[in-house]
């Protein structure tokens, strides 16, 4: 009896084993390779799948998701004999888990070997400063071999970057006096581009400021000019208006001489021929005056009161011979 019970217990064991074997669930974005008595049978994909227990057994799970590998720096000589480290990184993924569990023992070691060996080609027909400042076009060509060999593989090689391209030390010291030396030109010519923009804004305002002074004054001195014209015209017609004589004239003359006279530099007088007709009328005028006041009789002119003085008379005596 007890023999009979272990024996259930056995076959349970067996048949939970077997069950367990049957059933295999694929996790989403995986696959599998099936293999019956070593041999390639088929890929199951996600979801649940049922096997021959103890007859098909999984090789191989491959995960179909992207993956990224960096890789370690590498050394890697230039065109001009110049080593640098490159590290780069890989973007592949698997799109036949068959031929990538059977075409290549390892592609994760395959496709390492193949970067180092399709770089260093790639570099060694640059010189250096062209593989610093060509990174696009060697992660194309590089793109390009590894797509194109690792296809066999089903493998797709979705991108390759270059994380850091190093030289030797002392390249790097002369490449930061170099671009030193540049940024110091370029500040120089900066700088100089600067003074001369200043100083041709400077004179441009310096002109204009000189336009518009000269338009100014120009201006201004037309208009003082308006304004004497106006004036001689307004001085001319009220001295027309009022139509003076030459006895007003001279008097004018008279009161603008201590004006004239003034001044430690004024020794020559230029007097006009028509002031003496002016101060002869104004000497008659003042002249009979004088001769309209009358003389009181019995005065000392002795004239017996006719007005005339002693001058008069001896005036009027005819000369002696």
């Known amino acids: ?35 019956r008595f070593g041999r390639y049978t088929r890929t199951l994909n996600a979801g649940l ?119 030797p030390t002392s390249i790097q010291d002369s490449m930061e006096k170099q671009m030193r030396a540049d940024r110091d030109k370029r500040a120089a010519i900066l700088q100089a581009e600067g003074v001369r923009q200043s100083q041709i804004l400077t004179a441009e305002g310096e002109k204009q400021s000189a336009i518009l002074r000269a338009e100014g004054e120009a201006k201004a001195a037309a208009l003082r000019a308006e304004g004497e014209a106006q004036a001689i015209r307004t001085v001319f017609e009220s001295i027309h208006a009022g139509d003076p004589d030459q006895k007003l004239l001279a008097y004018q003359y008279l009161q603008m001489l201590p004006k004239i006279a003034e001044g430690d530099a004024n020794k020559l007088w230029i007097v006009p021929s028509e002031i003496g007709d002016a101060l002869k009328g ?32 001896r005036r009027e005596q005819p000369p002696i011979d």
């Open 1 to 35: 009896m007890d023999a009979i019970i272990i024996v259930l217990i056995i076959l349970v064991v067996l048949v939970f084993i077997a069950l367990i074997k049957t059933i295999q669930v694929i996790p989403q974005a995986s696959a599998a390779i099936v293999e």
């Open 49 to 167: 799948n049922i096997v021959v227990p103890f007859i098909d057994t999984i090789r191989n799970r491959v995960d179909l998701r992207e993956q990224v590998v960096p890789f370690p720096p590498q050394p890697v000589i230039t065109q001009d004999n110049l080593v640098v480290n490159i590290d780069t990184v890989i973007y592949y993924q698997v799109t036949d888990a068959r031929a990538a569990t059977y075409e290549v023992a390892s592609y994760i070691q395959a496709i390492e070997q193949l970067t180092v060996t399709t770089l260093r080609n790639i570099i060694g027909g640059m010189d250096l400063e062209r593989t610093l400042t060509s990174r696009e076009e060697i992660n194309a060509a590089l793109r390009g071999v590894l797509d194109e060999a690792t296809g066999k593989w089903g493998i797709r090689v979705n991108r390759v970057e270059l994380k850091a391209i190093e030289p």
């Open 282 to 313: 104004l000497g008659g005028a003042f002249g009979n005056l004088g001769g309209s006041v009358p003389t009181p009789s019995g005065g000392p002119s002795g004239d017996g009161g006719t007005g005339r003085s002693d001058l008069t008379k």
